[in-house]
Nanobody
Framework: QVMVVESGGGLVQPGGSLRLSCSAS????????MAWYRQAPGKERELVAA???????NYGGSVKGRFTISRDNAKNVVFLQLSSLKPEDTAVYYC?????????????WGQGTQVTVSS
């Protein structure tokens, strides 16, 4: 059974940092396209960062240079390092896994972790 579970959210002051973790089970993160999305109250869910099975990364425009996505293949975990946080980064952050085409290109969501940036 494919599952992803996020952790690491919390309350942080502007300018601070957090590291979010996405723990995977039932599949290998290095074989899936992994991504982080976020959704703020009253707004649509948006892509924050993604890492392909080959390791290439891409970022949403508002977080470029501040956030970094990475993965630990040995631990089967994907990370999102959040730095220079701003109040507008406040949102629920979701991990998403997409299986490769030969497995049906199915998407799987975690339950989300809340990040609040406030003084």
């Amino acid at each position: 059974q494919v599952m992803v579970v996020e952790s690491g959210g919390g309350l942080v002051q502007p300018g601070g940092s957090l590291r979010l973790s996405c723990s995977a089970s039932g599949f290998t993160v290095s074989r899936y396209a992994m991504a982080w999305y976020r959704q703020a109250p009253g707004k649509e869910r948006e892509l924050v960062a993604a890492i392909s099975s080959s390791g290439s990364t891409n970022y949403g425009g508002s977080v470029k240079g501040r956030f970094t996505i990475s993965r630990d293949n040995a631990k089967n975990v994907v990370f999102l390092q959040l730095s220079s946080l701003k109040p507008e980064d406040t949102a629920v952050y979701y991990c998403h896994a997409q299986s490769p085409p030969y497995l049906g290109a199915k998407g799987y969501w975690g339950q989300g972790t809340q990040v609040t940036v406030s003084s």
